[in-house]
């Protein structure tokens, strides 16, 4: 190997295995079942929101540095689908209620990974009502083409990158579907970007939380 690529810093890393893997760790001791008082269930589900939101604010940093052109189309979509490659593989079996929780978990990351990478390559229309984007997601399913109810969760998650909101009323009256988990996703997104701006702010010095 040359010199110069011996001494080149390695890049950062938004996402890694070993992150995700602890995250299943965690999952695994929550002990979770869905039986439990609604008390105790709130506690040990918090663990599978919290892996949820940790790879969307690992997606909203690519974003961030897309934006900034500090990365190209390029390469935000090839970290992009790094990041779905490790978060979307399939789990080891660890009890039926747990497999049931993280089955979920990866539904919705698949909502909200199709539609940072539907925002990276401006395949959306900013003008479209996201109303009208979940009415034909929602008709898509209900037809069996879960391709192109896929595709217009995908556009209405990057109208939301845009900075426009989910319809409450639409969302609360969601039926019961992929398409509603997908959008669980794509809420959780929305509550990422009004939660906290600190994945706008890159130091590629900093130390990676180890969960």
């Not at 002990?31 to 599978?48: L, T």
């Not at 539609?115 to 395949?123: I, K, L, N, W």
């Not at 609360?172 to 509603?180: C, D, N, Q, R, T």
């Amino acid at each position: 190997m040359p010199e110069h690529e011996m001494n080149q810093v390695p890049p950062y890393e938004f996402y890694t295995q070993k992150r995700w893997e602890n995250w299943l760790g965690r999952a695994r001791e929550s002990g979770f079942q869905i039986k439990e008082s609604e008390e105790d269930a709130g506690k040990e589900s918090a663990v599978f929101v919290n892996m949820v939101d940790d790879v969307i604010l690992a997606c909203l940093k690519v974003t961030a540095r897309f934006e900034k052109d500090m990365l190209s189309k390029e390469q935000a979509l090839e970290i992009l689908e790094e990041i779905r490659d490790i978060v979307l593989s399939e789990v080891e079996p660890i009890s039926e209620d747990i497999d049931l929780m993280i089955d979920s978990v990866q539904t919705s990351l698949m909502g909200a990974l199709v539609a940072f990478e539907s925002y990276v390559m401006g395949d959306y229309d900013e003008g479209v009502s996201i109303e009208e984007l979940i009415k034909a997601a929602i008709d898509a399913e209900a037809s069996d083409n879960l391709e192109l109810a896929l595709d217009y969760t995908a556009q209405c998650g990057a109208i939301v990158l845009k900075g426009q909101s989910l319809p409450e009323e639409v969302m609360a009256e969601l039926p019961y579907g992929i398409v509603a988990e997908w959008l669980d996703g794509i809420d959780s997104i929305s509550a990422a970007m009004v939660g906290s701006d600190s994945y706008k702010e890159f130091d590629e010095d900093d130390e990676e939380d180890i969960v």
